[in-house]
């Protein structure tokens, strides 16, 4: 099960921090990632933390790059994402979801949480 959090109302320039309590199964042996679905769009992307080697492998999509950060906790089984200088368009359901490897294409090969709403006002 993947649950969200976090999720609320901000100003643009603003910050929020979206959490994702993961059970049932560790973070560290599966790719999670966010995405976000804003009203009337597909769903898209916005980042995704997996495993390497050498520790955690992060990607970003453009619109992330540089505003918003993925982490993730082993220990608590979490993953987070912090958003920081938010905008308008940024406001969306974001989810996080898992799988066996990191890629921006939502579907049936994710596994989903219930998503949480983020309100960017101008």
């Known amino acids: 099960q993947l649950v969200e959090s976090g999720g609320g109302r901000v100003q643009s320039g603003g910050s929020l921090s979206l959490s994702c309590a993961a059970s049932?199964?560790?973070?560290?042996?599966?790719?999670v990632g966010w995405f976000r679905q804003a009203p009337g769009q597909e769903r898209e992307g916005v980042s995704c933390?997996?495993?390497?080697?050498?520790?955690?492998?992060?990607q970003y999509a453009d619109s992330a790059k540089g505003r918003f950060t993925i982490s993730r906790d082993k220990a608590k089984n979490r993953v987070y994402l912090q958003m920081d200088s938010l905008r308008p368009e940024d406001t969306a359901d974001y989810y996080c979801?898992?799988?066996?490897?990191?890629?921006?294409?939502?579907?049936?090969?994710?596994?989903w949480g219930q998503g949480t709403q983020v309100t960017v006002s101008s």
């Open positions: 049932g199964f560790s973070v560290d042996d599966y790719a």
């Open positions: 933390i997996s495993d390497s080697d050498d520790g955690s492998v992060t």
């Open positions: 979801a898992a799988n066996l490897r990191c890629s921006f294409t939502p579907g049936s090969s994710w596994f």
